[in-house]
């Protein structure tokens, strides 16, 4: 055999091992990828009343390009929980008060009087003085409930998928008690939210609108006056219409926002538990998280993952529902 011959069978013996070890790679990876998607449909499938697992893991809570109550940037741990893979609908909440006739806040008579409480109803209102007056575009309106969202004259009509509004926090715990369930911790929810990205600040990413593409629920146009729905929807949109977050979870940022269990504290982060933190023992309102149809640059930019917002927990609003837990074993 000349040299020659021998270099030609090396170098053949070489790239065919080369291939050979490429297929192999290329087949390995197929099956990791069909397992992860079959691990993935059995979250998904409706035994699991559609919820999806969230495994145990520690996260970094909070974030520094936002307002101060976001900070300081905490390692937290959770533990793994069951979480509704999109806000609860109208459907899901019509199915609740049929099997208990329950009465939602908004829905009672005011003491002393015989007309209900109602909810906040939103409304452009001509010109906007003062953008930290939320009363210019929030009016207080009797008659509007979950059953008519912009007031009595509303209704649900083709609506079913939609998430439930007009529910205060209790209606909220007293819809997830009657599933067994329960309201996540704003650190449960903070951490579903992530969907296992590490400091981005959309749940989708780091850009706000990657190839151009709108990736939630939000308002476009002249804040209050005009939703031009450039993202496909003006006002508020079924569930799950935008893509799941890492974790299968949809609508974490924007559709509407979503009752956690804690009471809201400013400096809580500060002195928070590292493992499931529970919230302040007390506070005079509850947190809210994720934004809404109606954020914007301009005025709200609570579609950020890191954001948190508050309410009093008897308020109704036309762009505040809720998701909910359930504590259980991993599937
Ligand atoms: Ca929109
Ligand atoms: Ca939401």
């Known amino acids: 055999m000349t040299p020659a011959t021998r270099t030609a069978l090396i170098i053949s013996g070489l790239l065919l091992g080369l291939i050979l070890m490429s297929t192999l790679w290329v087949s390995r990876e197929a099956m990791r990828i069909r397992r992860l998607r079959n691990a993935t449909a059995v ?66 008579p005011v003491e002393g009087s015989g007309a209900a409480v109602g909810g906040y109803t939103f409304s452009a209102p001509e010109r906007v003085e003062n953008f930290s007056d939320v009363m210019q575009w929030w009016k207080l309106t009797p008659g509007a409930s979950w059953r008519h969202p912009e007031g009595p004259r509303s209704d649900l009509d083709g609506r079913g998928k939609h998430p439930v509004v007009q529910v205060a926090w209790e209606d909220a715990c007293a819809y997830a008690k009657w599933a067994g369930k329960r309201l996540p911790t704003e650190a449960e929810w903070e951490f579903a939210a992530r969907g296992g990205l590490i400091h981005v600040p959309y749940v989708w990413g780091r850009e706000k609108l990657p190839e ?67 919230g302040p023992s007390t506070g005079s309102e509850r947190v809210v998280r994720g934004g ?40």
């Open 43 to 108: 979250r998904n499938s409706d035994a699991s009343g559609g919820m999806v697992w969230i495994a145990a893991g520690k996260f970094t809570m909070g974030a520094n390009d936002g307002q101060p109550d976001e900070q300081p940037l905490h390692d937290v741990k959770v533990g793994g929980f069951w979480m509704d893979r999109t806000e609860v609908t109208n459907e899901q909440f019509g199915r609740f008060v049929d099997a208990t006739g329950y009465v939602t806040v908004a829905e009672r």
């Open 292 to 331: 809404s149809f109606l954020c914007n640059d301009v005025y709200s930019k609570g579609y950020r993952t890191g954001s948190r917002m508050r309410q009093q927990a008897g308020a109704a609003f036309a762009h505040l529902g809720f998701r909910c837990v359930r504590d259980g074993q991993a599937p």
């Open 212 to 278: 151009g593409r709108w990736m939630a629920n939000l308002w476009q146009g002249r804040f209050p006056q005009q939703d031009v729905g450039e993202d496909g929807f003006k006002g508020l949109a079924p569930v799950a219409s935008f893509l799941a977050n890492g974790f299968g979870l949809h609508d974490m940022a924007g559709n509407v926002w979503e009752w956690c269990a804690d009471y809201y504290g400013a400096d809580y982060y500060s002195h928070s538990a590292r493992e499931n933190p529970p």
